[in-house]
Nanobody, 124 residues
Framework: QVQLKESGGGSVQAGDSLKLACAAP????????MGWFRQAPGKEREYVAQ????????AYADSVKGRFTISRDNAKNTVYLQMSDLKPEDTAVYYC?????????????????WGQGTQVTVSS
């Protein structure tokens, strides 16, 4: 099992940047493919980005491609989401999660270890 804790959210202006972090205590961090999701008020949770165990393969939702970057530091058991050129539509609670699937997946049901999330608010 894995328990995750997100941090780094905040309130910013459109065009600003934020870097989210997700800590995953435990020795088996490299066993997991990691993903970021977000949920805006009144909307379903949506996939944002994911990376493989090494961070060498990444994938993004079209809505964030070119603006967000997922990375991980396995020595620190942490995965990051660097967000640039933020837009008001990026406002949401951001969650990280882990999956044991070897191949990329965007389905939230494939992921476990959901934390409480971190709020990102972008004003215009």
């Amino acid at each position: 099992q894995v328990q995750l804790k997100e941090s780094g959210g905040g309130s910013v202006q459109a065009g600003d940047s934020l870097k989210l972090a997700c800590a995953a205590p435990g020795r088996a961090f490299t066993n997991w493919r990691m993903g970021w999701f977000r949920q805006a008020p009144g909307k379903e949770r949506e996939y944002v980005a994911q990376c493989n165990w090494a961070g060498s393969t990444t994938a993004y939702a079209d809505s964030v491609k070119g603006r967000f970057t997922i990375s991980r530091d396995n020595a620190k058991n942490t995965v990051y989401l660097q967000m640039s050129d933020l837009k008001p539509e990026d406002t949401a609670v951001y969650y990280c999660a882990a999956t044991s699937r070897a191949l990329p997946t965007t389905r939230a049901n494939d992921y476990i270890g959901w934390g409480q999330g971190t709020q990102v608010t972008v004003s215009s």
